[in-house]
């Protein structure tokens, strides 16, 4: 097939100069433009052939002048197009489209920035709407003629919507600002608007009070400030108030300070004196007064009969002192005694623990949750230190690992009658197959208890983040066959294809969903959580075709808008951009699909996913999912409704649910799905219209608001808000109002809320049920059976020169997007049965598969037909 090596880009005529598209393909025999569906004449066309001289194929180059007159003559100010079509041997191919386009700007802008005066540090916002133009005119600003840098200036910000934004104003920024607009046509220079800078006066600290006029007795104090703190600037207001204030003192008399009495002498000492004290506290010296004159300490030698008795009692003191001595130090020594021999018998444990340790096989000794229960069937590794990481020897003392039944349709086959080009009335494609049983996995290792699985994943040092959560969480054990995991009523869900787990392999595999108060995802700028971030594993294990994970998303499905992103947790714990949505390279082991609500992640290794979205423009717009309830009952004169905002996703929604149904609330409408756009404006929720003779609302404000960033940046699932009403009467049942939710400075969604509070009108929380995850192992959880799978593939994967291969399977299923990254597979028919199983699990239908089959020509041989000896 031939590819283009350049394909013509997007051009803008300028005043009356054509321009010129070029395409060049390889290999090609014949190379043409069409144009607006028509194609262009062949003397339009100037053609160079070349010959590639690395590879010997023939290379083709066209070029065509596009006038202002052929554009204005057939379309006017539409868009005009022109499109590459190059043929070789095996087929064609089409190149992008090119747009062609009148250059123009107009005079006058739509808005133009007006003057302002304002106070220091104040936020200053210039609006400018540039005139309209094709291409649309960049906007830059200036300030007294010269350009402004936000990148150098840190306090400028020029927003999406071209405005700037002056974050502090300083008496710098007092200057004449302009607007100015420019493409490729022209420039055009807004009026100035004059920015004035004006400083209120401020109040300086006040000094600290003088002293007191008088030394002993009533005086006067006082204390100033000064307006200088700003000084007042460009304008701006003096400062109010007065600038000197006096106060009453008094001032106290100083004391003068007086000696206590002597304390009484106290025993005879060693050197054979004794003494007295007195304090200068009767009164003490105080406010300036002297201090007491005179000694504080006497001394006094004492008699020769009180010498002897001092000294014959400090010998007693002396003896009873190297006794003390002779017993503390005994008893430490016993105590070093007892350690050291603590210590010893440690280290022989110790020892002995990790010699026996080493004996240990390798295998054994270093299993973990990656090695428990993924055990081959009936292999048997030759050498403990060749086995791989993922299995280990069998265990022939328990129950022996196999499946049981046949292999058949996950459905039943219904007999279906029609009049289709491929028989489906006798065929056993769709009739059902003898011993109806399905395929079920049994390992004896296998445990049958969700808690104890989860518990033993969480205890794993890669999986301390896992919750405990049973009912977010499925997990299975498979092998060749493959299977399916999903968690229910939260759209994520994992298909293992078969042949992707290596023949001879059975891993244990999980899957679950992450909340987002339990992993904190790092986002910046305008980056927002599209998804739910979900975990499958164990990571690292061996696959050698990719896992299709699907789940949902909240993103307004407008690629223009967003620069998708899909985002792996590494072994460190970091997040890593693995994938951005319409860049992917077929190289690399991970490809997406996104779909309106669905997006289809292949990959080749198991991890923790999620998809993150930044904005390219204010017209990006997260789908939120509106839901409100009330309480069951209500005996009282009081009644609340909860108004839920969230991420219009299943598994959110599912956790509102089972909060509700704890609280014993019910659903009072029908959830609503609003727009919420990236604008920087918050979300803003009232109710309004209701009967005043029966009801009120209790909120001091006419609406309730939640912050913008809580909803884009937030990492919180849900948010809600509570209206409070009051009936004026308790036989007042019926409730009538209107809930209005607008986006500040945007549009808004109003809807009709009419019920009756003592009845149930729309099912209650309590009477919901949350299944908890569910596992298919083998053919039971796919459509297709696995023999007529690998008869199509076979059938499909060699290319015909008629086409009637996987390519036009892959058109007639309306997948033709992906076909380079089907053709990089070894067998691109048996990803797209994998892609149309994850798509249509729950509303797949065999019959149209067959009629797509049988479109497509291939029921000559009758190739689709299994008998029943086969199955």
């Known amino acids: 097939m031939p590819h283009f090596l350049v394909e013509p880009d997007d051009e803008y005529i300028v005043k009356n100069k054509p321009v010129t598209l070029t395409c060049r393909s390889t290999p090609a025999t014949q190379i043409y433009f069409k144009c607006n569906g028509e194609w262009v004449h062949q003397d339009d066309h100037l053609i160079e052939r070349t010959v590639d001289p690395a590879t010997g194929l023939p290379i083709m180059q066209v070029k065509i002048d596009i006038s202002r007159q052929q554009v204005e003559k057939i379309f006017g100010l539409d868009d005009y197009w022109c499109q590459c079509v190059a043929w070789s041997t095996t087929g064609t191919q089409k190149s992008q489209k090119a747009y062609v386009r009148i250059a123009y700007l107009r005079k006058n802008f739509e808005e133009e920035p007006m003057g302002k005066e304002v106070s220091l540090n104040q936020e200053v916002l210039l609006r400018c709407h540039p005139p309209e133009g094709v291409p649309p005119a960049e906007v830059e600003w200036q300030r007294n003629e010269h350009v402004i840098d936000p990148v150098s200036e840190p306090n400028f910000l020029v927003t999406a919507d071209r405005n700037l934004i002056i974050k502090q104003a300083r008496l710098a920024d007092t200057a004449n600002y302009t607007c100015v607009a420019k493409n ?7 009026s ?43 304008g701006g207001l003096a400062c109010d108030g007065q600038n000197v204030q006096k106060s009453a003192c008094t001032a106290t008399c100083p004391v003068d300070g007086g000696w206590s009495d002597w304390s009484n002498w106290s025993e005879c000492g060693v050197d054979c004196s004794m003494w007295r004290s007195r304090e200068c506290t009767q009164p ?64 022989v444990v110790v020892l002995v623990y990790r ?22 069937m009936g292999i048997k590794p030759s050498k403990p230190e060749n086995s791989h990481l993922l299995t280990i020897q069998p265990d022939l003392t328990t129950t022996t690992t196999s499946y049981q039944g046949t292999l058949r349709s996950r459905h039943d086959g219904t007999t279906h009658t029609g009049t289709a080009k491929f028989s489906m009335t006798n065929g056993p494609l769709l009739d059902p197959l003898p011993n109806g049983s399905h395929h079920t996995l049994h390992n004896g290792k296998m445990t049958s208890d969700p808690a104890e699985f989860m518990t033993r994943l969480s205890n794993q040092t890669y999986f301390k983040t896992l919750p405990r959560d049973v009912a977010n969480t499925s997990y299975g054990t498979f092998n060749f066959l493959g299977g399916r995991l999903t968690i229910p009523n939260t759209g994520i869900s994992l298909l293992i294809p078969p042949e992707a787990i290596p023949r001879g392999k059975i891993y244990e595999i999980y899957l679950t969903a992450q909340r987002k108060e339990d992993l904190r995802l790092p ?84 991890g923790r996913f999620s998809l993150v979205g930044e904005s390219l423009n204010m017209s990006a717009a997260k789908r939120l999912r509106l839901v409100l309830f009330s309480d069951a009952y209500c005996s009282t004169l009081e009644y609340n409704i909860r108004v839920y905002c969230m991420d219009d996703t299943q598994d959110v929604f599912k956790e509102v649910m089972q909060m509700e149904r704890q609280l014993g609330g019910r659903l009072i409408d029908e959830p609503h799905v609003l727009l919420f756009k990236d604008s920087y404006h918050n979300l803003r929720l009232s109710i309004h219209d209701m009967p005043q003779a029966h009801w009120r609302s209790k909120l001091l404000s006419g609406y309730q608001e939640i912050p913008f960033y809580h909803i884009w940046n937030g990492s919180q699932r849900f948010l809600h808000c509570t209206f409070t009403l009051e009936r ?48 298919l192992a083998g053919p039971s959880a796919f459509q297709i059976p696995y023999l007529i799978r690998q008869k199509i593939c076979s059938s499909l994967d060699t290319p015909c020169p008629n086409g009637a291969d996987w390519r036009l399977l892959a058109q007639r299923l309306k997948l033709d997007r992906h076909m380079s990254f089907f053709a990089s597979k070894a067998s691109p028919t048996s ?25 497509i020509g291939k029921q000559e041989a009758m190739i689709f037909l299994v008998s029943d000896g086969e199955c």
């Open 831 to 855: 990803v797209i049965l994998d892609l149309w199983e994850a798509q249509h699990f729950h509303s797949g239908n065999l019959n149209q598969l067959a009629t797509v089959m049988a479109d």
């Open 184 to 190: 490729i046509v022209a420039r055009r220079r807004s």
């Open 523 to 606: 986002l910046v700028g305008c980056q927002t959580l599209l998804s739910p971030i979900v975990s499958c594993g164990p990571p690292g294990v061996v696959l050698t075709r990719p896992t299709i994970l699907s789940m949902d998303h909240c993103s307004d499905a407008c690629p223009e808008n967003w620069a998708i992103r899909l985002k792996k947790q590494n072994y460190e714990g970091v997040w890593e951009d693995v994938l951005m949505m319409g860049e992917e390279l077929i190289s690399e082991p991970y490809y997406c699909q996104l779909e309106a609500e669905t997006c289809r992640v292949f990959s080749e290794q198991l």
């Open 284 to 347: 003490s010296p105080g406010t300036g007064g002297k201090d007491c004159q005179g000694i504080d300490l006497q001394s006094l030698n004492c008699t020769s009969q009180q010498c002897l008795q001092s000294e014959h009692k400090n010998t007693k003191s002396d003896t009873k002192s190297h006794t003390d001595t002779f017993e503390g130090v005994a008893l430490y020594v016993g105590i070093v005694a007892v350690a050291l021999c603590l210590t010893l018998i440690l280290i």
């Open 728 to 775: 004026l009467n308790l036989s007042t049942c019926e409730l009538t109002c209107q809930l209005c939710v607008w986006q500040v400075e945007g549009e808004g969604q109003s809807f009709g809320l009419d019920f009756n509070i003592a009845k149930v009108t729309l099912r209650t929380c309590s009477a919901g049920t949350f299944s908890f995850g569910s596992a």
């Open 192 to 234: 100035p608007a004059t920015v004035l800078v004006y400083v209120n006066g401020g109040w300086s600290t006040w000094t600290t009070w003088s002293a007191c006029s008088a030394v002993c007795g009533r005086g006067w104090q006082r204390r100033s400030r000064s307006c200088t703190n700003p000084t007042p600037l460009n």
């Open 355 to 376: 010699r026996k340790k080493e004996g240990l096989d390798a295998d054994v000794a270093d299993s973990s949750i990656l090695t428990t229960g993924f055990q081959p």
